[in-house]
């Protein structure tokens, strides 16, 4: 069983389009996390809900929307897609907030935009 | 936020036992430390966490010094399947945790 999932797994798609990103955790967590990770290896958090709530929304233009269906999913909507956005994109899970909770996370999903 | 430092790459071979270390000068006091692990074209996965003195699970040991401005990873014995990026984590709630570019190890034959 797979504990945080993603799809899709790659995603290459033209610049100014429009594509989500969609993540599930089975592990009964309340917290789950948005991080882009660029081509050298850095990886920075772009969002966290906890039970459907945003709570972390860091410096991140607002094409990107992440959206909260349930506690056990979070997806990630990006409209007019560039360049620049092309990343590997991990969605990751966590108990709680604090940062003594042990963070989950899927396999990623690679970006290019052409 | 307290800021991470540390280095960008390590070497070494099969069977030694590797220490990375990781400055931390304006850690706070509800800040715990923590590090995760990433091989390539996979997630960064949970190694060990501490807040002060010593930590030893199954994988590893974290040794942090009184004033805890710094704090080392200990892999005993490493294998080749060791090498990935180690991530040094300082933070008291997930907002703060920044996992910055990492440390390659590469475990050489």
């Known amino acids: 069983d797979t504990a945080v999932s993603q799809t899709p797994k790659y995603l290459v798609t033209q610049m100014g389009n429009d594509k989500s990103i969609k993540c599930e955790q089975n592990?009964?967590?309340?917290?789950m996390y948005w991080y882009k990770q660029d081509s050298k290896k850095f990886l920075k958090i772009m969002f966290s809900?906890?039970?459907?709530?945003?709570?972390i929304n860091e410096t991140v233009p607002n094409r990107f929307s992440p959206k909260s269906p349930d506690k056990a999913h979070l997806n990630l909507h990006i409209n007019s897609l560039e360049l620049g956005d092309s990343a590997v994109y991990f969605c990751?899970?966590?108990?709680?907030?604090?940062?003594?909770?042990?963070?989950?996370f899927g396999p990623g999903t690679r970006l290019t935009v052409l | 936020l307290a800021k991470t430092t540390q280095p960008i790459s390590m070497d070494s071979y099969e069977g030694q036992e590797v220490n990375i270390t990781c400055s931390h000068n304006?850690?706070?006091?509800?800040?715990?430390i923590t590090w995760y692990q990433q091989f390539p074209s996979q997630g960064p996965r949970f190694i060990i966490q501490?807040?002060?003195t010593k930590v030893t699970n199954e994988v590893a040991s974290l040794f942090i010094p009184a004033d805890r401005k710094s704090s080392t990873l200990s892999l005993p014995r490493v294998s080749l399947s060791d090498t990935a990026v180690y991530y040094c984590?300082?933070?008291?709630?997930?907002?703060?945790?920044?996992f910055g570019s990492g440390t390659q190890l590469t475990v050489l034959p």
């Open positions: 990751a899970s966590s108990p709680g907030t604090g940062a003594y909770n042990e963070q989950f």
């Open positions: 592990l009964g967590h309340d917290t």
């Open positions: 809900y906890n039970n459907k709530e945003l709570i």
């Open positions: 304006n850690i706070a006091t509800n800040d715990y």
């Open positions: 501490g807040y002060k």
């Open positions: 984590l300082v933070g008291g709630s997930a907002r703060q945790l920044t």
